[in-house]
């Protein structure tokens, strides 16, 4: 079997490389490793995994053309959204971290110099657009290693379905341990789950399988079960000052450390500036995270005052993400999203807001004021068991997270805003617009929930779908796949291609 890996992330290349070093003790395999940035190919050389590793950044001086002239670029991308039968340049951009069109939001935009004009931009798109062509053509890949999460490897996804190469991702599945599912959806589409959820009514679940799902749905009441990447250190939010500096000193040697690194962002819309990047803006960043996060922490209300009100909940997303900027565009300022869904609530109920955890020391402080400041808006603590705020409250609104999920499995109603495979579950409302769920919120008590077979029949729909086996990935505590998780994972892979 031949594959093909793109990413963008040095954290990326051992999550691959743990992929190919397992596929080849089950059957042959070549591999190749596309990178852009000269230590991103230092990495994807150093893990000794891949057949050949190929770095495909844009030469400068190509992109210093683009200043000047911007139609040839527009138009070779006018004709590839042709191709592709969908109006993705600008869009995606406009959501890309590293394009700076969605920036992280613990740094300051004025801090980043304008860089990476609109002709700039659209001439990187397209030379790594031809460059990954002609490598899906010369190499004739079987499939093609990409996670979607920036305008790159989202461009990639499209171009290896349009040359008729399925690619994707494996992905952990919610709620079942040491479970596996191939996703090949530019999102989270899992099309398996959506077919085995339909068939569901006329293919019920009997005997064992019935009583493994019910016993897997009791015990998930009994011991709130959590994601597996919130029992890891990400999770808690961001490091110590001392530990982040720490670790970019190992991850990239002294340049990145000091800042020095940045002499490539001219080419590379990955790097930030020396004043973004140095130690001393590194605690700037630090000192104004902690500022954030003391200050959510000193407006939180414990759940045993919660819990007498008549309450909504929002559970805060991780951001930027492409489950916010990809799969819930429209609603991606989540701070205006909140002032809506307030404002749509009847004046007899509050809004619960949760922080996500791992973004603790990255939000700033002005996104938490602007909630405390919105009469109504309840900030519940961070580390609160969310089953338990699901459980006591009226209705869940989401963007795409799995707190839907979880909020079937009580039998309270959930509305997803975002495009995401769970979206048209019993109990879970998908609004078309903001008058849909304006009408959807005015009375939320009316609103129902999941019945005991809902959740039922979602439990056993993932698992239908999904195989025995544990992928490796960079927030899980997986760090080796084993010999069995490898075949299983191969199988998925030849039944794909």
């Known amino acids: 079997m031949k594959i093909l890996l793109f990413c963008r992330?040095?954290?990326?290349?051992?999550?691959?490389?743990?992929?190919?070093n397992a596929f080849k003790k089950v059957n042959s395999v070549q591999s190749l490793l596309l990178i852009m940035g000269r230590e991103e190919y230092k990495l994807g050389q150093e893990v000794d995994a891949f057949d050949v590793v190929k770095d495909i950044l844009p030469k400068q001086s190509a992109l210093d053309a683009a200043d000047t002239d911007l139609s040839g670029a527009a138009q070779s991308l006018k004709e590839l959204e042709d191709r592709i039968g969908s109006n993705f340049v600008n869009r995606d951009i406009l959501m890309d971290r590293f394009f700076r069109g969605q920036q992280r939001l613990d740094v300051d935009?004025?801090?980043?110099?304008?860089?990476?004009t609109g002709s700039r931009t659209k001439q990187f798109m397209h030379l790594v657009f031809k460059r990954i062509e002609e490598e899906i053509v010369s190499f004739d890949p079987d499939?093609?290693?990409?996670?979607?999460?920036?305008?790159?490897?989202?461009?990639?996804?499209?171009?290896?379905?349009e040359n008729g190469v399925p690619a994707g991702r494996f992905m952990p599945v919610r709620f079942w341990p040491e479970r596996l599912h191939l996703e090949t959806g530019i999102g989270y589409d899992w099309h398996q789950v959506r077919i085995a959820y339909?068939?569901?009514?006329?293919?019920?679940?009997?005997?064992?399988?019935?009583?493994?799902?019910?016993?897997?749905?009791q015990t998930i009441r009994h011991e709130k079960i959590k994601p597996a990447y919130l029992q890891t250190e990400h999770a808690k939010g961001a490091p110590n000052f001392f530990k982040k500096l720490y670790n970019m000193r190992l991850f990239a040697g002294l340049n990145l450390w000091l800042g020095m690194r940045t002499r490539t962002c001219m080419r590379n819309p990955e790097v930030l500036?020396?004043?973004v990047n140095s130690p001393i803006a590194k605690y700037v960043r630090f000192r104004s995270g902690q500022k954030g996060k003391r200050y959510l922490l000193k407006h939180q209300t414990p759940f045993d005052e919660i819990r007498t009100k008549k309450y909504a909940i929002y559970f805060l997303h991780v951001q930027p993400e492409i489950s916010v900027e990809g799969m819930a565009f429209d609603y991606q300022d989540q701070a205006n999203t909140l002032r809506n869904i307030l404002a749509s609530l009847p004046a007899d109920m509050d809004?619960?807001?949760?922080?996500?955890?791992?973004?603790?020391?990255?939000?700033?402080?002005?996104?938490?004021?602007?909630?405390?400041h919105m009469p109504g808006i309840i900030i519940a603590e961070t580390h609160e068991d969310s089953h338990k705020l699901i459980d006591q409250a009226s209705v869940v609104v989401t963007l795409t997270g799995t707190v839907a999920l979880e909020a079937v499995l009580y039998g309270i109603p959930a509305i997803v805003l975002g495009s995401i495979y769970f979206d048209s579950?019993?109990?879970?409302?998908?609004?078309?617009?903001?008058?849909?769920?304006?009408?959807?919120?005015?009375?939320?008590?009316?609103?129902l929930g999941a019945t005991e077979e809902d959740a039922l029949r979602v439990l056993g729909s993932m698992l239908r779908a999904s195989k025995p086996?544990?992928?490796?990935?960079?927030?899980?505590?997986?760090?080796?796949?084993?010999?069995?998780?490898?075949?299983?994972?191969?199988?998925?892979?030849?039944?794909?291609?």
């Open 9 to 20: 992330l040095g954290v990326q290349h051992r999550e691959y490389a743990e992929y190919i």
């Open 109 to 116: 935009p004025n801090m980043v110099p304008l860089i990476w």
């Open 143 to 161: 499939f093609v290693f990409v996670e979607p999460f920036c305008a790159t490897t989202r461009m990639a996804w499209r171009l290896a379905r």
């Open 198 to 217: 339909s068939e569901m009514t006329d293919k019920p679940m009997t005997g064992a399988e019935f009583t493994k799902v019910k016993q897997r749905l």
């Open 273 to 275: 500036p020396s004043v």
């Open 351 to 372: 809004l619960v807001v949760k922080e996500h955890s791992p973004m603790l020391g990255y939000r700033p402080m002005e996104v938490y004021s602007q909630l405390v």
């Open 425 to 447: 579950f019993n109990g879970i409302y998908k609004p078309e617009n903001l008058f849909e769920l304006k009408k959807l919120l005015s009375n939320p008590e009316k609103l």
């Open 469 to 497: 086996g544990r992928p490796a990935r960079e927030d899980v505590t997986v760090k080796e796949i084993d010999f069995e998780s490898a075949k299983v994972m191969m199988s998925e892979l030849e039944n794909a291609c």
